[in-house]
């Protein structure tokens, strides 16, 4: 992306979270004016909102589009990078696994810090008026008006009570980044338009781990920590501070569950029973497990992602997926870079960079969603007799042919390779797999000529 292009166009975007910021630098530094809506209070002068939101994982895919707009290297300042995951079993020893065979690393930072940072960001750029506490209510797309409640944060200490009034704005051009219930979005409902929502049921509720040096665990702190147990399990990242934000992952119904777990004998059982290890810290878990909330998790999927030339949508407003891969963010900032270089593309022409970018981004959007949930039931597997026999043919096909058997998770997160290619490659890895598994040779485990087996099969099974 190149800036300046003195087109004096200004473009509403709705929704300065994460994607919206970015998007919005973007646009700027194309020549665009833009003025940004968000419902929140401005985040570069509030503090941090801990309890809602997991900590983010930015992988090569964001951290090309930040490089673009200049954000990486101060961004880079408050991640941590990670190297693999330690999986904590049911018993035995913690087993630690590699991202990479390269040695390549994801960085993982607190979401209220990035969006303080890219905040303070946004606030830098002349092109950009911003406007906080105004909540988008309702569009009219005939009239392109968009209609919006501005907020009073009163004065709570006075008990003041918050008030709002309604003011309205004519646009041009629409952007919708304000997330997986987008406002925005739902008023293409109106039109001919296409939506699927799914929700898993399993839902997450982020807890703290504090700090060695504060009396928590001992734990690595260059690794996401998972503890798997089926349909629930406990992930954590570190932070730069030492401590984890953890996230437990539980059924919403049932039992165990979060309907089922109510008081602090609930969960003090619960713990004892699924994560013994973690015991010693059951007053500073319970307290956090019993006042924070639950968020759901779930899949949106919707199309168009468009309206002529003076709508579209980014991010989870047009694709919502479940969280596992780490990737929700990564790609919501890859639709940013899309719509930039499509706009480029195009001279500027919105009614053709439009259709092109949801052509571009669309399909990889869908791939996203399905790997998110294939990976979820990876993490959560309960191992086959044939498990270690797998991941090791696995492992022999990535140095044979790294460019047909790289494992999914190398794909999406080292490599800009679109989502839907990376989805075929998993396929074509899985069923290759699946294959040489059934070879009674490996029945018991990978035979000491294991590599020469796989060779042959892979050329028996070339055209």
Not at 225 to 246: E, I
Not at 276 to 303: G, K
Request: glycine share 6%; net charge negative; proline share 6%.
């Amino acid at each position: 992306m190149s800036a300046g292009n003195g087109n004096p166009d200004i473009v509403h975007v709705v929704g300065a979270g994460l994607v919206g910021s970015v998007t919005a630098i973007g646009l700027a530094r194309l020549g665009y004016r833009v003025k940004l809506f968000d419902r929140r209070e401005d985040p570069a002068t509030t503090l941090p909102d801990r309890g809602r939101s997991v900590n983010v994982v930015l992988s090569a895919r964001g951290w090309k589009l930040l490089q673009t707009l200049g954000l990486s290297d101060e961004i880079q300042k408050i991640c941590t990078p990670l190297v693999g995951r330690a999986v904590h079993p049911w018993r035995g020893e913690i087993r630690e696994q590699a991202y990479s065979s390269q040695g390549d690393q994801i960085w993982c930072v607190e979401r209220p810090r990035l969006h303080q940072i890219l905040a303070r960001a946004v606030a830098r750029v002349d092109e950009i008026e911003c406007h906080w506490l105004h909540q988008l209510e309702s569009v009219d797309l005939d009239q392109k008006l968009i209609y919006l409640a501005r907020s009073s944060t009163g004065n709570e200490d006075a008990n003041e009570h918050i008030s709002t009034e309604q003011v309205q704005e004519s646009y041009k051009r629409l952007l919708g980044t304000d997330g997986a219930f987008s406002v925005a979005r739902s008023q293409l409902l109106h039109h001919t338009f296409d939506f699927q929502q799914k929700y898993l049921d399993v839902a997450y509720r982020e807890m703290q781990i504090p700090s060695h040096q504060e009396g928590g665990p001992h734990l690595a702190l260059d690794r996401f920590h998972v503890w798997p147990r089926g349909r629930l399990f406990l992930g954590a990242f570190p932070n730069q501070d030492g401590s984890f934000t953890g996230s437990l992952f539980l059924p919403r119904e049932g039992f165990p569950s979060f309907a089922s777990i109510n008081t602090k004998r609930d969960f003090a059982g619960f713990l004892r029973n699924f994560f013994p290890d973690l015991e010693a810290w059951l007053p500073q878990l319970s307290r956090q497990f019993l006042s924070n909330p639950s968020s759901p998790m779930v899949t949106m999927r919707c199309q168009p992602w468009i309206l002529d030339d003076q709508l579209a949508l980014l991010g989870d407003a047009a694709h919502a997926v479940v969280p596992f891969l780490g990737q929700g963010m990564n790609c919501g900032f890859e639709d940013a870079g899309e719509l930039c270089e499509q706009l480029i593309a195009h001279d500027h022409d919105w009614g053709v960079a439009l259709p092109a970018y949801e052509k571009r981004r669309r399909p990889n959007s869908d791939a996203l969603a399905q790997l998110s949930l294939d990976h979820y039931e990876h993490l959560n597997h309960i191992p086959d007799p044939l498990y270690e026999t797998r991941e090791k043919i696995g492992a022999i096909l990535d140095e044979i042919a790294p460019e047909k058997f790289r494992p999914l998770y190398e794909l999406v997160a080292f490599t800009h390779i679109p989502y839907a290619s990376a989805l075929r490659l998993q396929q074509l890895r899985h069923q290759t797999i699946e294959t040489i598994v059934r070879d009674l040779s490996f029945q018991q485990g990978c035979p000491d000529d294991a590599r020469e087996r796989i060779e042959q099969h892979l050329e028996a099974d070339s055209p």
